[in-house]
């Protein structure tokens, strides 16, 4: 299955490599939100020269990720509460709609086939699911670009894409809660089951509240929370 690192798995420059390693390092809790450093100390660490680390850094700045501080080096940006929940609306609207041209009548084959893949990963038993938090944010993931990708517009594929990416990082601490990996079957397959019965009216809905309760969690998500993860990780 490709991975929800797949875009920065493939590194082709030295910068392209920095790049991955540093957005990893973000998206991992590594380098959280607040947290300072400089470009000397990356490249020492990465052991290859500032330039490329330079380069790596600017994409990141130009993503929203970091923030350059002329005197103090570079900054990791603080959560921005109001900027996630503008992304959970986009991602709302745009699965929404994804949802209804999958559903919609005489299109032969009908794209919710293409969802068929997904089924067996969601509708499994119990005993088959899979208990690790990260996998299942990845698969997560994968779940809402995959059914934006189903509805065929290439461009409302690449916004959404681009949409879930920014919240990836409180979307992956969402799954450090235990009863979040039952949830998350739970909702994924019953947002299959409407799809797959071409029911677009209850597949929205639930679709909306399944991004919905991830919002709300998400506002509950707290800097010790993010500390506290990054910490356990680091053990």
């Known amino acids: 299955m490709e991975t929800a690192f797949a875009a920065i798995d ?7 490599t920095a790049y991955g390693s540093l957005k990893r390092d973000i998206l991992d809790f590594r380098l959280a939100p607040g947290d300072r450093f400089t470009e000397t100390e990356i490249a020492e660490r990465l052991q290859v ?3 490329p680390v330079r380069e790596a850094l600017f994409r990141l700045e130009r993503e929203g990720y970091l923030e350059v501080r002329q005197r103090n080096g570079w900054l990791v940006k603080p959560l921005d509460f109001n900027t996630l929940d503008h992304f959970y609306e986009l991602r709302s609207v745009l699965e929404t709609a994804a949802v209804h041209a999958l559903c919609a009548p005489g299109l032969s084959p009908p794209p919710v086939r293409a969802l068929h893949a997904l089924a067996d990963i969601w509708l499994v038993d119990e005993s088959a699911r899979s208990s690790d938090g990260e996998w299942l944010a990845d698969l997560d993931e994968r779940f ?3 059914l934006v990708a ?7 594929a690449r916004v959404h894409r681009a949409a879930t990416e920014r919240i990836r990082i409180v979307r992956r601490l969402d799954f ?3 009863d979040r990996v039952g949830k998350t ?5 019953a947002i299959l089951r409407a799809l797959l019965a071409g029911d677009a009216a209850d597949a929205a809905r639930l679709l909306q509240a ?6 709300t969690a998400v506002r509950k998500i707290t800097l010790h929370r993010l500390y506290s993860t990054r910490r356990a990780k680091a053990a």
Request: hydrophobic content about 25%; aromatic content about 2%.
């Open 10 to 16: 493939m590194p082709r420059t030295l910068a392209d």
């Open 49 to 51: 020269s500032r330039t």
């Open 144 to 146: 809402h670009i995959d």
């Open 150 to 156: 189903a509805a065929g517009n290439p461009e409302i």
């Open 176 to 178: 450090t809660l235990p």
């Open 185 to 189: 079957y739970e909702e994924h397959g």
């Open 210 to 215: 399944h991004i919905q309760e991830s919002q």
